[in-house]
């Protein structure tokens, strides 16, 4: 390979407050197009957040007019007349919380952000395998998430079926449904040009030394995170074409025979004649996007298992226990993940072989997670433990992960998913694993990586308000959850049960839930004045300010803005090895000699 | 203002001695992987609602087969004629073989206009029954991924060739790169050739 002599970055392009927006809009490199994933994603977090409270407010107080509605919306809105919310405005917001938390927040801040960001600094690399396909991940995603908010001006409103759209709801559905399936695609484009980048990136780049068995947890998350998403888009990418066809030109992929719609029966206009539609199958698109969405659910946990995992090791000064268990773990997860798809579908009928069967590998599943995680507690046996903010965060992970993992076996097996299916309960499960876990460990890794991304540290202060007023307050929204849903109430209602007998004594948990919800707004605001202010004032950092192990620790921070080392590192050793015995410090990074 | 070079990306031409790939031949190795779960995706969609159909093909409504057979003949002629593009470390590549590869896909995409503009006016639309919207659906999906192909191949004499005076190394790399697309794409259309036009 031909080198050249590098020319080496001026200050203003190692100072980040330097970050010019004209320089990053062209930008293919890693870092920068990791820090407009994370910007972006953090804003759709936001706005799904803001979406969740209008809900709140419905379900705690319905038919009450939201003070402040009529300035926001207009007094006489169609979604809000009066300040008071109609079921169809609360079914977008719901359809539209769940797609924009999942596809525009969580994974683009797991893989997008993290992702993008450190695993070529962990793998000692320049850059990406492709840097315009980087590039071409993040617009892509940024247009799937304009034409899913934008959706919300059309006249009927955003999509409403779900974020599942299911049909034969979503295809019968406004014009918000199509934009919902035309932002999908768009998101599609950027997974998959996402997975294949980091795929190569880990197979392709590792610097020399580098085995696959001395690559940090992190990157192994990654990378197994990677082969999901090439595998499970692709069939949602053509269930989303069909469902396209059967909005657009009216074929009826998804829609049984016999269908009447409010009273009259479905037809479509044929070359000028009226005819039936039917002949299609509504549990198909059940199949086809869970063949998606339950290795997605994998892919929402799995890089947040990595980070978890890098902060525990690095704070407890000790080697994770069990690392190639764990590795082997996360594969084997991988793999069973594309095989429990159909437990989403116990209550459609589908027969007891197929029930008993994914009831099996469901429960498979469940045995490589608690590896992952009993490994992970184990790591803690014995360490030395430094409490700070990232280390919070992290161990925070481990019991809400379990509270979250452990609620979700009922639903695993028929008998008792039959009851719960359609509860909150199904709701609390899994806000348990990705808000309370992986949003967890989501904010570890911010305040973690936040010195190797910026060259500065947070405040540690204002990081554990954030931090105990946050975890109190999670478990406040979801722990009344659990006692509304096996009690019973249904998660689709748009009046949060008033009108059932059987959730009249539940119901006053909807305000408390409420009010904690609000309450957990405003325990953000010190983390974004931590986030805006150590930006600009936090005090400098050093290369390895947590006296880390793994490569990107070798980079200055931050790294280079091109090609990120001064010379490329060498791995010689294992991703973390802590308190080695013999050396003279707690801490013998991969780097050294 | 001069913006540094960019970092050199390793193994971007050479393969990795380890893995034994380039990054391109790795990167649409997983892209057709990818790509056959969509295509997969689709054709167990057919399967599903083929066996959940009482009759089959649900009425008179039938693609012509003599126009599927035109287009397979057409990818084997893109086949052939990318694989005589290949050219070795010292010999020259040869810009005549990707133009007649970008004319068949061209012929490719040409008969399929002619045919949907065929089947349209005869009343074949979609939404006629499942079957006839599974064969738009699937025909229409490969052949834009036959319009992608005609784009990546075009772009080797336009835009490769020029630059593989300097450095032949890239050059292969492409045609070897689109080479995979064109073998996966026939493949793929042996399977749908098979099961919607002699069905």
Known sequence: MTSHSPSLPSKAERNPAAFSFRAALVSTDHKVIGILYGVTALTFLLTGFLI???????????????PGASALFGSNSARMPGGVMVPEFYYQLGAMHGTIMVFLAIVPL?????????????????????????????????AGGVVWLSSFALPGGAAQSGWTSYPPLSIIAGHGQTFWLIGMILIIVSSIAGAINMIVTIIQLRVIGLTYMRLPFFVWSQLVTAFLLLLAFPPLGAAGILQLMDRVVDTSFFLPSGLVVSGAALTANVGGQTIPRGGGSALLWQHLFWFLAHPEVYVLVLPAMGMVAEILANNARKPLWGYKSMVY??????????????????????GTVITAFFQATTMIVSIPSII??????????????????????????????GIGGLTGLPLGLAVTDIHLHDTYYVIDHFHYIVVCGTLS????????????????????????????SSLVLLNCIFMPMFIQGMAGVSRRLYDGGLSYAHAQPVLKLNVFITHAAFALALAQIPFIVNLLWSLRRGPRVEANPWQA????????????????????PVAHRGPCEYSVPGKDKDYTPQWEQ | MTTPRPPEIPYSVTPRPDTGFTNAQLGMGLFLVADLMLFGGLLSSYVLLRVNAGVWPPDQHHPVAALGALKTGLLFLIVAATNAARHGKSSPPRPLFFWLTALAALAFLATTGAEYAKALSQGMAPGVNTYIGMFYALTAVHALHVLAGLVATLSIPILAVPLGKTDPLRLASRRSVTAMYWYFLTAVWFVIFAVLYLA
Not at chain 1, 52 to 66: C, N
Not at chain 1, 387 to 401: D, G, Q, R
């Open chain 1, 372 to 401: 992952v995680l009993t490994a992970l507690l184990a790591s803690l046996w014995g360490g030395a433990i430094r409490f700070n903010t990232p280390m919070l965060f992290a161990l925070a992970f481990l019991p809400m992960f």
């Open chain 1, 441 to 468: 460990a989501i904010f570890g890794g911010i305040y973690y990586w936040f010195p190797k991304v910026t060259g500065r540290a947070m405040n540690e202060r204002l990081g554990r308000i954030h931090f105990w």
């Open chain 1, 52 to 66: 969740m409270m209008l809900m709140r407010w419905q379900l705690a107080y319905p038919g009450r007019a939201l």
């Open chain 1, 329 to 350: 773990g996360t594969i084997f997860l991988g793999v069973m993940s594309m095989l429990v798809w159909a437990h989403h579908m116990f209550l459609t009928g589908m």
């Open chain 1, 110 to 142: 797991l893989v997008g952000a993290f992702g993008t960001y450190l695993v070529p600094l962990q793998l000692g690399a320049p850059n990406t395998a492709f840097p315009r396909l980087t590039r071409l991940g993040y617009w892509s995603y940024l």
């Open chain 1, 549 to 568: 192990t793994t490569l990107e620790w070798a980079a200055a921070s931050p790294p280079l803005a091109q090609g990120n080392f001064e010379t490329p």
